[in-house]
């Protein structure tokens, strides 16, 4: 082969790799994110091969910005950067680590948009309208309206028009909490990521229930959160499935304020007694993961023992005296030696007796 062609295939292959080169350069322009490999990685800069020849350059207050997971890069290590400039002095291209990794998140956050998936978002604080969380790694916002009734008071009415004050205080006890999340509004350039509770609860299927519900067996104690409170009981959520604790079951003694005994969105320890075959729902139980008093009653209070207790309740027909917590005697009028009144401590015989009736009579007068 004669020197003067020798030296056109030269020159040819120059041109083309020129011409890529060139092509390549082109095709980097600011706002590109971008696949690299790591060259080396030094205290102040980390060099990115991203083909055609050509490298980036990550530097100075980029790594600072940057997550600290920069300094674990070895050669090899496969990247995604964002190209800031498409050259520099020195011929790099510059690149940001921290500009990609937020591109990221929001191409993430755009995927769960289109697919309805449910994700996790960790609250942060109340906000004027609502609640600012973390999410993907993104700010994200959940407005009161899309929140589930589980975190709001007995009446949600209450919440509307409240004072922000109230509202933030009442909310209060959701920071750091985890929530299942749909996201249902985005815009990169208004920085905005609104997201749903409510749209995400909606997501659970019958089937998951159903599956969630056989999961739980009687005689089990699980923990759950208030989500309700009405005269006739107490409302509880155990992850998806919820369930009743009806006014009897919350403790031993009588019952006529269930309100007085817990709130909204306290979590609870509770007895699973069953499932209720017309509303599907599980019945609770509080009061029997505690000893009921009733059952030793006759042993430790027989006839004739000296007692001293409070006055609970007066009613028409006597004095209701509590020995001990889900314990109460009844002083009827006729075994008064006088006048009681709720809140007064008073000194007793016990005249009558028995635990499976739980019936407890006390007499003052036959103890003068």
Known sequence: MSKSKKVHRASSVMAKLLTEKDLRMKELIPGELIEGVVVSVSHGEVLVDVGAKSEGIVTGSELEDADSSYKNFKPGDTVMAKVVQAENAQGYIVLSLRKAEKDKKWKDAEDAFKTGSVLE????????GGLLCDCLGLRGFIPLSHLDRSHFANDIAK?????EAELKESLKVLSGKVLKVKVIEFDIEKNRFVLSEKDAMVSYSEESREKRLSE????????????GIMPFGVFVDLEGVEGLVHISEIAWEKVSNPSSY???????SVLVLGIDDQSKKLALSVKRLSKNPWETVEAKYPVGTKVTGKVSKIVPFGA??????GLDGLIHVSEASGPLKEGEEVEAVVIQVDGAGQKLALSTRQLA
């Open 216 to 227: 739980i067996k009687s005689g089990t104690t699980l923990e759950g959160i208030v989500t």
């Open 159 to 163: 919440f509307a028009a409240g004072s």
């Open 121 to 128: 978002a960790t609250v942060i604080e109340y906000n004027k």
């Open 262 to 268: 817990f709130t909204v969105g306290q979590t609870i």
């Open 320 to 325: 209701f005296v509590t020995l001990e917590k």
